[in-house]
């Protein structure tokens, strides 16, 4: 796989030598059982894969190059490169300006832009219409586009399941700018519409088996469809991507049930007529990430850490999972952890940043999961686990760590 040039402060001292052994050891990333480091009086069991995927980082060097490729000149992101305030607040430093924000609010007027300006086209990608205003001010939005491939995987994969008729089900959180790029470039090649969850797949399987009206499931998916979607005409024949950051197992299950949907309604052999397997438009790098982080749900600890951007939906994935078995606190960096007995964390379901007291236990001996989303530098990782080295004592150095 490629190697990227990203600034040297995103890298760490720990981590990357963790990640150097693993890769040496397990090269085809057959193993997904977690590292487990050892400071003493601490332990951290540290997930299999974690961190920067290939979609950011390629985001990050282009950005990157576009400002030291164009000194002097005013360059635009049209909104955050990822879900991750202190890489989005770096861009920012070097006089990166955002033209909009992740809800699409306007932050910067389109007539502001000049042809002469750099625009970078985010990793989420966006909408077919954002394109075309963008090209209306002369814009150059390719030299700097830095939409994740496996994004426009999907979206490729939506336009060919157009072509032969098929209407798309999107899995995905329709405000987010993926899901909305996503949408936008779907719906130029078929009828589409956005579901969130299994439930909402559910109302789907209801209307076609006539389980409820027209006006139930139009005010259900209200501006979560294609202008011209007709129900009764575009569910006879669908095919299913997603959001690349979703629960991959979330998305399967999604397309499990709308294909025994299908089979009830047309029969087994009938089912190539009415429904596409679209499994190949997972993102490996989601699964990857994934699939450790339910790897590590079999280790036993104290508590569990997870590193990144609040507004990340790949990373509050990864908090969903490890809820289940451990007391779990997301942080967006080391400066939530105020002291050995206090931190401030991101509370997934209220939406708030909550203070937890005494969130680590009163023992001689503790062990802490970490891990953190697709977006977040490995140096933020490495700073939490430092502060927290730092706060107890540990009794053996990072000096003294074999790797």
Known sequence: MKKFDIPEHYKSPIISKVKARRKLNDPLKKDFSPTVLNFGNVEFVIARHFGFCYGVENAI?????????????????????????????????????????????????????????????????????????????????????????????????????????????????????????????????????????????????????????????????????????????????????????????????????????????????????????????????????????????KSNADLAIVVGGYNSSNTSHLVELLEEKFQTYFIKSQEEIKSKDCISAYDIHSKKLTTKNQFIPNKDFVRIIITSGASCPDAQVDAVIQRILGLLNSTISIDELKF
């Open 61 to 297: 060097e282009k950005s990157y190059k576009a400002i030291n490729d164009n000194p002097g000149k005013q360059i635009y992101l049209l909104s955050q490169m990822i879900h991750n305030p202190s890489v989005n607040q770096d861009l920012i430093d070097e006089g990166v300006k955002f033209i909009q924000d992740t809800d699409g609010t306007q932050l910067i007027d389109w007539k502001s832009i000049k042809p002469d300006d750099i625009v970078i086209i985010p990793a989420f990608g966006t909408t077919i219409e954002t394109e075309e205003i963008l090209v209306n001010l002369k814009a150059n939005i390719q030299q700097y586009n830095t939409t994740c491939p496996f994004v426009e995987k999907v979206w490729n994969r939506s336009e060919k399941l157009g072509e032969k008729n098929h209407t798309i089900v999107i899995h995905g959180k329709a405000n987010h700018e993926e899901t909305k790029a996503t949408f936008s470039h779907s719906k130029k090649n078929a009828p589409s519409i956005v579901v969130k969850n299994l439930d909402e797949t559910k109302l789907i399987a209801q209307f076609i088996n006539n389980e409820i009206d027209e006006k139930t499931f139009r005010h259900h998916f209200n501006g979560k469809m294609s202008e011209e979607f007709d129900p009764k005409k575009h569910l006879s024949k669908i095919g299913v991507v997603n959001q690349t950051t979703m629960l991959a197992t979330e998305t399967q299950a999604i397309a499990d049930f709308l294909k025994q949907t299908m089979i009830q309604k047309y029969g087994e052999l009938n089912l190539k007529n009415h429904f596409a397997d679209t499994r190949d438009t997972l993102c490996y790098a989601t699964n990857d990430n994934q699939s450790a982080t339910i790897e590590l749900l």
